[in-house]
């Protein structure tokens, strides 16, 4: 299956147009974006829902971003210091994205499943 979202999508949620070697690595990362979102969440239908693409871009540009996954860095007297999420450096699906993801497979499935009382959620750290 192709990944849910292109390059070109990462660069306009970039900003910015992404070097050769950033395009390289999103290409990658988009496919194994794509493979932890089927894995953690289901395969969605033929057509993708915005969301999955946006949620997709995001993981991407978390690792393109930083991919070193510098938490803190300094000159003389600045100092960066990046959120643990946004500095990990690794490809991974936030919790909230996750639930997001599985609103939007419900919806594209037609699944009935509101997501009640008696609706399992697997928790992830």
Do not use: H, W
């Amino acid at each position: 299956m192709p990944a849910f979202a292109n390059v070109e999508e990462v660069e306009a949620r970039a900003g910015r147009d992404l070097t050769d070697a950033e395009q390289a690595l999103a290409q990658a990362l988009l496919e194994d974006a794509t493979a932890l979102i089927e894995l953690e969440v289901g395969d969605f239908p033929d057509a993708v829902p915005p969301i999955v693409v946006a949620v997709t871009c995001a993981m991407v540009l978390r690792v393109v971003r930083n991919p070193e996954g510098v938490r803190q860095e300094g000159i003389e007297d600045a100092q960066r210091i990046r959120s643990e999420v946004a500095a990990s450096g690794q490809l991974e699906l936030l919790p909230g994205e996750r639930q997001l993801l599985v609103k939007a497979l419900a919806r594209a499935t037609g699944s009935t499943s509101s997501g009640g009382a008696f609706t399992i959620v697997p928790a992830y750290s």
